[in-house]
């Protein structure tokens, strides 16, 4: 099994760009906690996140071929499926938690640091029905597809505002390392 640590090395040789190496940390901890919550293994699903979008800066055309091929040489065949399907539209099928918590996590938390970024206090007071209001404002992190978030949602089996209160609190006991 690939280490995060031999994830990092895949990262860091295909990613420069800072706002992207941090959406990537994010999505690390957010897929760890929730691999933490479900039973599941926390490496599998912190490495999903932390590699599901490597190869978009170097190889933006082939994302996310790239990334999904060379974790299928090291034989991470679930990860590489996981990745393979953190957008709707590329039409791969959903088959297990993994892939679908990947999907509602990527987009929202995403749009969660958005948010974070336009109050003075960050994160530390953000609540739910903050984010829910600016999801509904289509002007606001207009590139962040909602209904991506939706989607993923569904899929996953959660509710909306439960699946963002737990995204806050895992970006929350980081908020010093993520500069949030």
């Known amino acids: 099994m690939i280490t995060r640590s031999h994830a990092r090395e895949i990262l ?46 170097a190889h933006p055309e082939k994302h996310p071929q790239v990334i999904v091929e060379k974790l299928k040489m090291l034989g991470e065949e679930s990860i590489a499926h996981a990745i393979s399907a953190h957008y709707t539209k590329w039409n791969v099928p959903y088959e297990t938690r993994l892939d679908k918590a990947l999907l509602a996590s990527d987009e929202l938390t995403g749009f969660i640091v958005a948010c974070c970024q336009v109050r003075p206090d960050g994160i530390t ?6 984010v829910i209001k ?17 989607k993923g949602v569904e899929l996953l089996g959660v509710d909306l505002p439960e699946h963002i209160a737990f995204i806050i609190e895992v970006l929350k006991k980081n908020r010093e390392e993520l500069g949030i």
Do not use: C, P
């Open 12 to 57: 860091t040789d295909l990613t420069k760009n800072q706002s992207l190496l941090r959406h990537m940390r994010t999505l690390e901890l957010v897929m760890e906690a929730y691999a933490e919550k479900y039973g599941e293994d926390k490496d599998t699903w912190a490495i999903a996140g932390l590699l599901h979008d490597a190869d978009y800066e």
């Open 125 to 130: 007071t953000l609540e739910v029905k903050s």
């Open 134 to 150: 600016k999801l509904k404002d289509k002007g606001f992190a207009a590139k962040v597809e909602r209904d991506e978030v939706y």
